[in-house]
């Protein structure tokens, strides 16, 4: 006769032959993935350690790219703009690309007239209905800003006579010293322009920017930059547009001017210039627009072509 101890004993050893079976199996299972994870872990490790090597590999590329650039950089344009002068604008570039711009200039033979220093509330949508008015009260009697309303080109057309000397048939004439101080003084008042001595009016225009803009007003300030480099081209013999890496995107004035055919067609922009190659590029870019030309140079994907050709 089967006893209720049994029942009770036979219940136990399923029981303990299930939980057993569950942690025999289970602990295959997890042999299994363990060994699975840990391949792909090696795999996963192996693969960043390729992508580290690259990354090396291409930043040195690319140090040595400068460095050569740099070196041949003066030879490269000497003489390339001898009788030509420039007048340089900048917008939120840095300090050392600026130097580097200007010291081949000096090798190419232009004579640089001075600068013009945009401060960021230049593109600022807040301030862009003081800068429009601003921008009417300042103009010189006998000059005309064009019938754009969007800030950049009113600026543009304001500065024109400033930073530019008229080219060819343009009807616009030479500011007269002193409103051009009254302009600079008028603008640096408001916080337009950083204070700085007038420049001499050149044949072709620098406008020297940053990168990409940050922030939710990034493009339409970039946009600002864009459309004052075209008016600046419009006035006088030509202008280029240089920035950094970044400035291509759509958040950045190269970008906003490559996107827009009727800019891209009379401007050389540059999107490299932090690098040896980019400022051999902006010097370079500075003699096709005199001789009536224009192109795309850097590494963005917008770019025509790396460097701009040589003369």
């Known amino acids: 006769m089967i006893s209720l101890r049994y029942h009770a004993v036979s219940i136990a050893a399923v029981f303990l032959a299930l939980a057993v079976g569950v942690v025999l199996g289970s602990a295959g299972v997890s042999d299994r993935l363990l060994s699975a994870v840990s391949h792909e872990a090696d795999d996963l490790a192996g693969q960043v350690e390729t992508l580290r090597t690259e990354r090396d590999d291409l930043a040195a590329g690319q140090r040595a790219a400068d460095e050569f650039a740099r070196r041949v950089g003066p030879a490269a344009v000497r003489g390339l703009l001898q009788g030509s002068s420039v007048t340089l604008v900048t917008s939120g570039a840095e300090p050392a690309?600026?130097?580097?711009?200007?010291a081949l200039?000096?090798?190419?033979?232009?004579?640089?007239?001075?600068?013009?220093?945009?401060?960021p509330a230049v593109g600022d949508p807040a301030r862009a209905d003081q800068l429009r008015e601003l921008a009417?009260?300042?103009?010189?009697?006998g000059?005309?800003?064009?019938?754009?309303?969007d800030t950049g080109s009113?600026?543009?057309g304001l500065l024109g006579g400033l930073v530019l000397t008229p080219a060819g048939s343009q009807p616009t004439q030479p500011i007269a010293p002193q409103d051009a101080d009254a302009v600079l003084a008028g603008l640096a008042a408001a916080g337009f322009v950083a204070p700085g001595a007038r420049p001499q009016p050149g044949n072709v225009v620098l406008v020297l920017t940053g990168g990409a803009l940050p922030?939710?007003?990034g493009g339409d300030a970039a946009a600002v930059v864009a459309r004052l480099a075209a008016q600046l081209d419009r006035v006088g013999g030509g202008a280029v547009l240089a920035g950094r890496t970044g400035s291509a995107d759509a958040t950045g004035a190269v970008g906003v001017a490559r996107a827009d055919p009727g800019i891209a067609a009379g401007i050389s922009t540059v999107d490299d210039v932090q690098s040896g190659a980019g400022q051999v590029s902006a010097v370079l870019a500075l003699r096709e627009q005199l001789d009536g030309r224009a192109g795309s140079y850097g590494t963005a994907a917008?770019?025509?072509?790396?460097a701009a050709p040589a003369a």
Request: no cysteine; hydrophobic share 45%.
């Open 97 to 102: 690309d600026r130097d580097a711009v200007l």
């Open 105 to 119: 200039l000096q090798q190419a033979g232009a004579s640089v007239g001075g600068e013009v220093a945009l401060t």
């Open 136 to 141: 009417a009260e300042l103009l010189p009697t």
């Open 143 to 149: 000059a005309q800003l064009p019938a754009a309303t």
């Open 154 to 156: 009113l600026v543009g």
């Open 215 to 217: 922030g939710v007003d």
């Open 302 to 306: 917008t770019a025509s072509g790396g």
